[in-house]
């Protein structure tokens, strides 16, 4: 479905779609409110943001990384932005990506359900892709 995104003409089509939403009468264009770009479905863009530290407070649409090769050690303590402020009838989705470190646990808001009922057991040097959407947490597991 995104082939034709993945080459030049497909990235001046995408240009060009944001280019007209931004034209909109008081249309406020940012990389977490891209909607509907390509008049197929309501896509969100994802913008790559650092962890910097074992403390973050995410924001919704982004995905949340690691500089290649570093690894977090000990706890992790999630927040999120704007949780309880997203429209009925819309889902935020929160993300990160890791590799996990010695000892490492990630400490999510309480109310939030994993996937399968338990938080998963993280092993040392595997790499974590994990999403919450509407209240759930689920996750991949990668490594060599």
């Known amino acids: 479905m995104y082939n034709e995104y993945l080459n030049k003409s497909g990235a001046d089509a995408i240009i060009t779609k944001i280019n ?11 990389s977490t409110n891209i909607t509907n770009w390509n008049n197929k479905d309501k896509t969100q863009l994802m913008v790559v943001d650092r962890i910097a530290n074992n403390s973050i407070a995410l924001n919704p649409y982004r995905l949340y990384s690691l500089m290649p090769g570093e690894q977090i050690n000990n706890t992790l303590t999630v927040t999120f932005n704007d949780f309880n402020t997203i429209p009925t009838g819309y889902a935020a989705e929160y993300a990160l990506k890791f590799i996990a470190g010695t000892n490492f646990n990630l400490a ?11 938080a998963p057991k993280w092993v040392t040097g595997h790499t974590y892709e994990v999403s919450i959407v509407d209240g759930c947490a689920s996750y991949g597991e990668f490594y060599a």
């Open 108 to 118: 999510l808001p309480r109310g939030i359900l994993w996937n399968g009922g338990d």
């Open 20 to 30: 007209q939403l931004a034209a909109l009468p008081g249309a406020s264009i940012t």
